[in-house]
């Protein structure tokens, strides 16, 4: 991650974030849904998880706010500070696939940074939202 | 087609508390950080860093604010809740819904909001609020309604720290698109 603190007069609408490309592996999705104290079977659990409809156990929501959250600090730094993180849920993030987290500064005012984010897997957007994080005025 | 008097009885729902108040099992804490942070591979200081949160904005350690809901998850072995009809009426909504066909469940928005960053040693608890139940709809997965609730998580002072509001969509299976129908 970046460990300097983007400076909110250094931050243009428009700037592109780095992306972040996440394999799903099943270690990934179980180690984040057993972190976020989650229990249900279809996050760690194949066989039920098919047994249930779905094509393989697929990552919990608290861990998509996770990383969601974590590519927005990666880029701005340690202390930006999250206000808000307003997401909208798509497709299912199976274990196999590999979703890519993308971001845009959409908008800037009164030392608040909003970045809208789109994380997209083989099956079309995981979760697309906006984040509102709040940055020094000067790179820290 | 809809049935007025079963909507009425969903609308009933809106506005009330559902859940809660639920109090964390343990307080904010660095061993769930690192789990958190080791799974999730963030590796902003502020959250296992000590001498780097301390210098920081922070002061000391702080906790991801995306972390929020981990605090009061029930976890594997739920603690006996207290019986009471306000703990209950979360699950009373979704029953109805289950009782009259709309079996089938997914999650649809999250939307989070952090009035300050949470230190170790913060104890969480947090309210359900049923916000609002939507009429019948056809979408894409199917017919169904939209439950959307409110949890606010209060700090042991009593003090509002973050909110987050959570939607599902509670449908018939094989009505969608998807299904011709």
């Given at each position: 991650m970046n460990r300097e603190t983007r400076g909110y007069d250094n931050v243009e609408v428009g700037d592109c974030l780095p992306e972040l490309t996440l394999p799903l592996t099943p270690t990934l999705i179980i180690s984040c849904a057993i972190a976020s104290r989650d229990?249900?079977?279809?996050h760690h659990d194949r066989d039920l998880a098919v047994a249930r409809g779905s094509k393989d156990i697929f990552m919990n929501i608290l861990t998509t706010n996770g990383f969601v959250g974590r590519f927005i600090t990666d880029w701005a730094g340690p202390e930006a500070l999250l206000r808000k993180v307003d997401i909208k849920l798509g497709a299912p993030n199976y274990a196999g696939d590999t979703m890519t987290l993308r971001g845009t500064v959409a908008d800037k005012a009164d030392g608040v940074v909003t970045v809208e984010v789109i994380g997209q897997n083989e099956l079309g957007p995981h979760v697309t939202g906006k984040v509102e994080v709040t940055l020094p005025a000067a790179a820290k | 087609m809809a049935d007025t008097a079963f909507e009425a009885e969903l609308k009933a729902?809106?506005?009330?508390?559902?859940?809660?108040p639920q109090v964390a099992?343990?307080?904010?804490?660095q061993p769930m950080i690192r789990h958190w942070c080791d799974a999730i591979d963030d590796?902003?200081?502020?959250?296992?860093?000590p001498e780097l949160a301390q210098q920081s904005i922070h002061g000391s350690i702080v906790a991801?604010?995306?972390?929020?809901q981990a605090w009061t998850m029930r976890g594997l072995r739920p603690p006996p809740q207290p019986e009471s009809s306000e703990a209950n009426a979360s699950e009373d909504v979704l029953a109805l819904l289950d009782d009259a066909g709309f079996t089938s469940v997914v999650a649809t928005n999250c939307v989070q909001e952090y009035r300050r960053y949470l230190h170790p040693g913060d104890h969480l608890s947090v309210t359900t609020t049923c916000d609002s139940v939507s009429p019948e709809k056809q979408t894409a997965l199917g017919i169904g309604h939209f439950v959307t609730q409110r949890q606010t998580y209060f700090d042991a002072d009593g003090e509002e720290v973050a909110s987050m509001l959570f939607r599902i969509l509670k449908f018939k299976p094989g009505t969608g698109a998807a299904a011709g129908g």
């Open positions: 229990y249900q079977d279809v | 729902f809106e506005g009330r508390t559902v859940g809660g099992r343990d307080p904010v804490n590796q902003n200081p502020v959250y296992t860093e991801p604010p995306t972390m929020l």
